[in-house]
């Protein structure tokens, strides 16, 4: 079975612009999550979707948006990007919504913002 | 709010030692998940615990459940090189979906 998948890999923007980054979560899983991974601040969540409405909200500015499709697969979007938003952003998804709770991340995002 | 006390934060050791670290929190846990991340990678999901008192073993790795449900242990038995990167606890805690983390353990083995 294949993993989740990000892309891109690597984005380089330029402040002011804005950037959105996929994730297809394993098959089957419905919760797709999204975090920001910096060396100071660590693994701060975003966001959790499960079938189509976010379910979960992380402590980001409005500027940090995200979505989720019929097919599972999630888009998270940074409008009018800061130098503070470089970082590496993590998709997980999990099969079920409750009980078990296990995680499974993607390889990440690299975002630079210059 | 809901924190996970992660220690140690970074740890140096010789090739073939074992390794110990522990997350910790006030809250009481549903779920308890350890990862390792290696440089430019998402984390790897290494061990789930569900039970308190649960103990369970992937390969040179051990892990367990606090009986108190507010805490974590994993270790590392006879650590190699590869065993080198960024480990990270998460846990559910009761009543809450979304995980938490801890702020991860590094890892640096000498050879």
């Known amino acids: 079975k294949a993993g989740v998948t990000q892309t891109p890999r690597y984005l380089i923007k330029t402040r002011g612009q804005q950037v959105t980054l996929s994730c297809s979560p394993i098959?089957?899983?419905?919760?797709v999550s999204w975090y920001q991974q910096t060396p100071g601040q660590g693994l701060q969540f975003l966001f959790e979707y499960f079938s189509e409405t976010q379910r979960n909200k992380g402590n980001f500015p409005g500027r940090f948006s995200g979505r989720q499709f019929s097919n599972s697969r999630s888009e998270m979007n940074v409008s009018t990007l800061e130098l503070g938003d470089s970082a590496l952003y993590l998709c997980?998804?999990?099969?079920?919504?409750?009980?078990?709770?296990?995680?499974?991340f993607g390889p990440g995002t690299r975002l630079t913002v210059t | 709010g809901q924190q996970l006390n992660q220690s140690p934060q970074s740890m140096f050791i010789q090739e073939g030692e074992d390794v110990s670290m522990n997350c910790t929190s006030s809250?009481?846990?549903?779920?308890w998940l350890w990862y390792k991340q290696d440089p430019g990678e998402g984390p790897v999901l290494l061990i789930a615990?569900?039970?308190?008192?649960e103990l369970t073993s992937n390969g040179r790795l051990t892990a367990q459940f606090g009986i108190t449900r507010k805490d974590s242990f994993l270790n590392i038995s006879a650590s190699i090189p590869s065993d080198v990167g960024i480990y990270f606890c998460?846990?559910?805690?009761?009543?809450?979906?979304?995980?938490?983390f801890g702020q991860g353990t590094r890892l640096t083995i000498n050879p």
């Open positions: 997980a998804s999990s099969f079920v919504d409750r009980g078990p709770y296990e995680q499974y």
């Open positions: 998460a846990g559910r805690i009761q009543g809450a979906q979304k995980l938490v």
């Open positions: 615990l569900y039970k308190a008192g």
């Open positions: 809250s009481i846990f549903n779920t």
């Open positions: 098959s089957g899983h419905r919760s």
